[in-house]
């Protein structure tokens, strides 16, 4: 299932992010709490090279709490600054703001005198297609200053923000991976929504899908939704249970498959399936 899907102007939206990480003093990336891994660009580490990063674990009231509190740790230990937050509800941006502003003043960098008025620290905003980055940017603009959209990519122009006194933000388009070659990552971006729907089979990402929503324990939601026992193996019983709740019936009696699929998506990204985290850090020694 690994792809390639590098549209035209994520390829000039890199460019465009390596020439003006010359002007930032930290980057602020956010990525999917349900899936820190999988939603992390990572092209980013080689453009942004030593500048400084936060790493936002947005959409934290999806995924479950303790896992979160492992990715906060396992990220702080690779030297990150990680902060949870909520871009719908505003939660955590003060606290993503306090520190970006902390990440930048320890590295030395900008924040000098200029014309004898202190400037701005600057931070891009970075982030894969569908992971709230444009809420984020509203929520701290205080203002629709960012185009927010339900299809991955809608996000077009730089946009600069003032986000406090000393911070302010450059919105960049979202920038998807100039390749996908693990299989299980691009089941998450396709199951969370981070790829367009029409690039991919939803039945066959929502059978893939359902292996890593067992390992990290997150069948109880699908069982008290759907009323499939949380042992039950095949993924098409689940699926087919989809469509026998939603009573997506065709002519004749046959399930309609790949609605209940489209329908098992679309709960899944809402929540509607509890906090399900998809993905734990990778344990280091």
């Keep these: 299932m690994a792809q390639s899907w590098y549209p ?3 390829a000039k939206a890199t460019t465009e992010l390596a020439a003006s990480l010359k002007l930032i003093d930290v980057v602020i990336e956010v990525v999917d709490s ?4 999988a939603t992390s660009n990572p092209t980013l580490a080689a453009v942004a090279g030593r500048v400084p990063r936060v790493v936002v674990l947005n959409k934290v009231d999806l995924a479950d709490p303790k896992t979160t509190d492992a990715w906060k740790s396992s990220l702080r230990r690779l030297g990150c600054a990680a902060v949870t937050a909520n ?4 939660a ?3 606290a993503v703001i306090d520190a970006a502003v902390e990440s930048a003043r320890r590295s030395g960098r900008g924040g000098g005198v200029s014309r004898g008025a202190r400037r701005r620290f600057r931070s891009a905003v970075v982030g894969i297609p569908n992971v ?3 809420s984020f940017i509203n929520r701290v603009s205080r203002r629709g200053g960012a185009k927010v959209g339900d299809k991955p990519g809608v996000t077009r122009a730089n946009q600069w923000i003032v986000a406090s006194p000393e ?3 450059l919105d960049t388009p979202g920038i998807m991976p100039t390749r996908v070659d693990e299989p299980l990552t691009w089941t998450l971006l396709c199951a969370l929504g981070c790829v367009d729907d029409n690039l991919f089979d939803a039945e066959e990402v929502c059978r893939a899908v359902l292996a890593p929503i067992t390992a990290m324990g997150g069948r109880g939601g699908i069982a008290t939704r759907y009323g499939v026992p949380e042992d039950v193996e095949d993924p098409l019983t689940v699926i087919e249970a989809v469509a026998q709740t939603r009573g997506f019936i065709l002519p004749g009696g046959t399930l309609d498959i790949p609605r209940a699929a489209d329908a098992f998506l679309r709960d899944l990204r809402a929540g509607r399936l509890g906090r399900i985290s998809l993905e734990r850090p990778v344990r280091e020694g």
């Design 34 to 37: 349900r899936a820190p891994a």
């Design 92 to 94: 955590g941006i003060a």
């Design 167 to 169: 911070l302010e933000l």
């Design 132 to 134: 709230g980055k444009s």
């Design 87 to 90: 871009s719908q509800t505003g």
């Design 8 to 10: 035209g102007h994520m």
